[in-house]
């Protein structure tokens, strides 16, 4: 699956941190600037579920 990330440096980097708790991540892009705002970013994640956090 494809997954967009925005906001903070600090706000993508922690979801990232917790979705790969869940989900195995296979590519994370560069960060792209906001195209509003400096101040936030974006970054666009592949990744599948992880066999050992299927119920």
Known sequence: MRI??????AETAA???AIAKV???QQ???PYPDRR???FQRIYLH???R???RP
């Not at 967009?4 to 440096?9: A, C, E, V, Y």
């Open 15 to 17: 979801a990232l941190a």
């Open 47 to 49: 990744a599948t579920p």
């Open 37 to 39: 705002s400096p101040l």
């Open 4 to 9: 967009r990330l925005h906001g903070t440096p």
């Open 28 to 30: 994370v892009s560069r």
């Open 23 to 25: 989900l195995h991540i």
């Open 51 to 53: 066999e050992d956090t």
